[in-house]
């Protein structure tokens, strides 16, 4: 097999990673329930022209695997990215999804995909796997910037 490297840059690349990620899916993906969603700003986001998709996919094996692709960032920071409980509507998606309502903030009881890092075109990309399926309150995806509160600059309703 030969293998092409290409270079592609800002909107062009996105569009690949879309492509490529549609082409792919993980392990245990059939008999799975997808659900995605387009980014858009929050009001901290504003100035920023966000765009991008997350891709939730609760597979058959009893796993969770969240890929997300943002554009519009500013290059060279690195952004906090969680599964949310409440659609981005909902007091800007107020909320972690914990698969434990009363454990940690964190993985293995969160999900996140994870810090991202904005690359010079503001391009990133995460993705993890949860070792559980994801209940039904895991709604959206939101991108928190670095820093104080508000933080909250763009969100996906995964749908």
């Not at 990620?21 to 997808?34: E, F, I, K």
């Not at 009001?43 to 692709?69: N, P, Q």
């Not at 914990?98 to 391009?123: F, H, M, R, V």
Request: proline content about 8%.
């Amino acid at each position: 097999m030969r293998v092409h490297r290409i270079v592609v840059t800002g909107a062009a690349a996105l569009g690949l990673v879309v492509a490529s990620l549609t082409a792919t899916s993980p392990a245990g993906a059939q008999d799975a329930t997808v659900t995605r969603g387009e980014f858009h700003s929050f009001a901290v986001g504003t100035g920023l022209d966000i765009g991008g998709h997350a891709e939730m996919v609760r597979s058959a094996d009893g796993r969770t695997h969240v890929m997300i692709h943002v554009s519009g960032l500013e290059p060279g920071v690195t952004y906090a990215s969680h599964v949310h409980a409440a659609p981005c509507s909902v007091g800007e998606a107020d909320g972690h999804y914990k698969l434990d309502p009363a454990g940690a903030a964190t993985p293995p009881n969160e999900i996140w995909p994870g810090p991202i890092s904005a690359n010079q075109a503001g391009l990133a990309s995460g993705q993890t796997v949860a070792e559980f399926t994801a209940g039904p309150t895991a709604v959206s995806v939101v991108v928190h910037r670095p820093g104080p509160v508000p933080n909250k600059i763009a969100c996906a309703d995964l749908a």
